[in-house]
């Protein structure tokens, strides 16, 4: 239980473009869904947090009007990245965590998206 | 801020024993997770510590003393697959922190 899919796994773009990653929790309901960028050799920053039906929280430092989250849904967030430049080309990660009893505090990740801006 | 330190790097051979020390300064603390990640992957959950003490999972154990700021992740019986970087991760306000990261070379 609790697998949270990515999509697309790998993605190469120009600069100037937009794109979007999918992340789904699959066998569960997602109330919050969080997104991280890696960079290489580096640890996981928290970009934003997403709630289902309200607007995304995002970290300090993060651009809200460049990486666009939507959580239109229980199962489905999204984030676009517009007008995308090389310096944005990273490993970006979500996760979700699982509304169960004694399990908030765990988030389970997918598999993640690796962009790369030309 | 919030911070997490790990040691860049650690080696060790097949069969032996190693701990990644994780201290920490987070605000809003609840409790601290340990992911693996190997290279090109997402991270994957190990354990997690909300109370004091020694959480054992196989052949992985985790800690946390909570009156030091400081958490480990003991890995035993080492195989070549626990080659892999390994995060600590604050939970706190609904969000995790991540550690630095420590890479972990398990050679032959």
């Known amino acids: 239980g609790a697998v949270v899919s990515q999509h697309p796994s790998r993605v190469i773009c120009k600069s100037g473009t937009s794109v979007k990653i999918e992340c789904r929790s699959l066998d569960f309901q997602a109330t919050t869904m969080f997104w991280y960028r890696q960079f290489p050799k580096q640890s996981l920053m928290l970009m934003a947090t997403s709630n289902e039906g309200s607007k995304a929280t995002y970290e300090q430092g993060v651009e809200k009007d460049k990486f666009l989250i939507n959580h239109a849904s229980l199962t489905l967030s999204t984030l676009t990245v517009t007008s995308a430049h090389p310096e944005d080309s990273s490993f970006y990660i979500c996760?979700?965590?699982?509304?169960?009893?004694?399990?908030?505090?765990?988030?389970?990740f997918g598999p993640g998206t690796r962009l790369t801006v030309l | 801020g919030q911070s997490l330190e790990q040691p860049s790097e650690v080696t060790a051979v097949e069969g032996a024993i190693v701990q990644i020390n994780c201290t920490y300064q987070?605000?809003?603390?609840?409790?601290l997770s340990w992911y693996q990640q190997h290279d090109g992957g997402a991270p994957t959950f190990l354990s997690y510590n909300a109370l004091d003490g020694l959480e054992e999972t196989g052949r992985f154990s985790s800690f946390l003393s909570r009156s030091d700021s400081y958490g480990y992740l003991l890995l035993q019986e080492l195989q070549m697959k626990d080659s892999a970087s390994y995060f600590c991760a604050a939970s706190g306000f609904q969000k995790l922190v991540f550690g630095t990261g420590t890479r972990l070379l398990v050679s032959p």
């Open positions: 987070t605000s809003g603390f609840y409790g």
């Open positions: 996760s979700a965590s699982a509304p169960l009893a004694g399990d908030s505090d765990t988030q389970y």
